[in-house]
């Protein structure tokens, strides 16, 4: 909520309690004014619209305040939310999700743990925007992304890295442990669906790294990840391919089918 709608709100309550305060205090006056013979009544009545007034003050104090605060934590969560996420997908957005890739990163590097990327991209996904069109992809990638997030354990993270490429990270994962999970994903991914009154198959290539030892740092393991990537495309596509530990040139061993 923008803070002109939030001061607009504000001032319609104001206005509100103005109105019933104001004819609250006429009320009183017209009271007093007939009686005002009665000696015990007009202080009685006095008295009576301090305590209001005093009440009336604190309530509208509290009133405003909690409004505020539950407004102004609203809008928060909400910016909070359009700038962690990917509006189209739902996933992380490369902001959040590398400032995640580096938590785990940090961790790792104090406590030695295991942790391992993987890089997903979507095959020929020009040729499908070109051919069925734009928003069929954009469903095509909402599809993907609901598929891993379905996938993922409690505590991996999975980020919109590129147009058509997303980032998984798996703590406590090494790449023997990785890999056929993620080759599970890869078929999973592939299966048929009919989108936009498409029948698609949106295959994946996923391009997989795991830490090494030394201080690689994020770009390292994420180029690692990337050269994997490109080494399962190009041997066709439609896999997973795990990078080398060596200068970040793929490995051979690649699963498909």
């Known amino acids: 909520m923008s803070t002109k709608c939030l001061a607009s709100e504000l001032i319609h309550d104001l206005r509100g309690l103005l109105w019933l305060n104001g004819v609250f205090f006429l009320g009183l006056m017209s009271i007093q004014f007939v009686s005002f013979k009665s000696a015990w009544l007009t202080p009685a009545l ?29 809008s928060y969560d909400e910016l909070r939310r359009s700038m962690s996420y990917d509006e189209l997908t739902g996933v992380y957005n490369r902001r959040a999700g590398m400032a995640r890739l580096k938590e785990e990163y940090a961790r790792v590097g104090r406590t030695e743990r295991k942790l391992t990327l993987a890089m997903v991209d979507v095959d020929n996904f020009k040729f499908i ?39 998984l990270i798996l703590p406590e994962t090494d790449e023997k442990q990785a890999m056929n999970p993620l080759n599970r994903l890869r078929k999973r991914l592939a299966d048929q669906v009919i989108i936009g009154g498409f029948n698609v198959r949106p295959s994946v290539s996923i391009g997989v790294a795991t830490i090494l030892d030394g201080d690689e740092g994020t770009d390292g393991m994420i180029n690692r990840a990337d050269r994997a990537l490109y080494d399962a495309k190009k041997r066709g596509r439609n896999r997973v391919t795990k990078a080398s530990r060596n200068l970040g040139v793929p490995d051979l061993k690649i699963f498909n089918g």
Request: net charge neutral.
């Open 129 to 167: 925007n070109d051919s069925c069109g734009h928003q069929t992809g954009d469903q095509i990638l909402r599809h993907i992304a609901g598929i891993i997030k379905h996938w993922l354990r409690e505590n991996d993270v999975v980020f919109r890295y590129g147009g058509d490429e997303f980032l």
């Open 46 to 74: 006095f008295l009576s619209a301090m305590l209001f007034f005093a009440a009336n003050y604190f309530f509208v104090f509290s009133y405003f305040r909690g409004k505020t605060e539950r407004r102004l934590d609203s």
